[in-house]
């Protein structure tokens, strides 16, 4: 093989490897399914072989795939990796820690990050945290290449060689349009409701999507999306489903919901801190991660 490979179609391949979808790995990156095919169809043809096929019950790689898609894992992570240490090289200081954050992530969470870099003095190095609010797909590029130090994201996919650290949970709870006394609702017994999803981009949805799965229950989506967990609630309340969301996110005092229990136990969400075990502030980011995981 002389001719190059392509870095798209590598970087496709391997968001359809993770996501087990075609119609996920556009979405991610933010182009359409036909244009992410073809990269894909592209460089299975410069390759020889066809990595992946499709099934009803979604997307599995081939033998060929099985074989060479780690291979076009590490290859990428060895790029973003060189991408990355450029960056913090040429960096005009190291005082800052630039910090990602889900919009799924508890305030109070981020509150304490602030409060440990900035008030308490609680590194070793004295440093300012700047904070970036962006979605999943967007945090995870920023953090391979090296535009961000640390991510805080809810632990709904694995981020393999990166640091991870679980810093704080919080109970999930169920927000219908009728009124509640408060019973908590086994997981299992949302199986018939329909649910009203925000767009797979916080880690909502893929939380909700995993919880169904691990119970074998069909997901009975509403067929339109809300731009904000506001409106989220507000079709809640409406009727047009329920809504699965941390209880942070509950905008109204008077929203009508309910605990989620899962086989007797509290339902919880975890967030986790994500960072390059090779940063030159891997030392400080864990010492933060550690704040964080036994901050009140």
Known sequence: MTERLSLEGLRYAQSVAETHSFSAAARAYGVTQPALSNGIAKLEERLGEPMFKRSPRGVTPTPFGTHILPLVKQALAALDGVAAEA??????GDETIRMGV????????????????C???????????VLREANMDELREGLAQGELDLILIPSVAPMHRYEHRIIDSEPM????????????????????????????????????HGLFQSHHLPLRAYPGEPSSYRVLEEWANLGLGSAIVPRSKLVSPDAKHRPIFDGGQELEIF???????????AHDLAILADRLENSP
């Open 173 to 208: 709870v169920l927000v219908e349009s009728t009124p509640t006394n408060g019973d908590p609702i086994e997981v299992k017994a949302i199986g018939d409701t329909q649910l009203i999803l925000v767009p797979d981009t916080c880690g909502l949805t893929t939380f909700t």
């Open 87 to 92: 960056k913090r090289w040429n960096a005009p």
């Open 102 to 117: 889900s919009p799924l992530i508890n305030p109070k969470l981020v509150a304490s990050a602030y409060s440990a870099v």
């Open 271 to 281: 967030y986790e801190a994500v960072w390059d075990p090779d940063s030159l502030l």
């Open 119 to 129: 008030c308490l003095s609680a590194l070793p190095t004295p440093r300012k945290l």
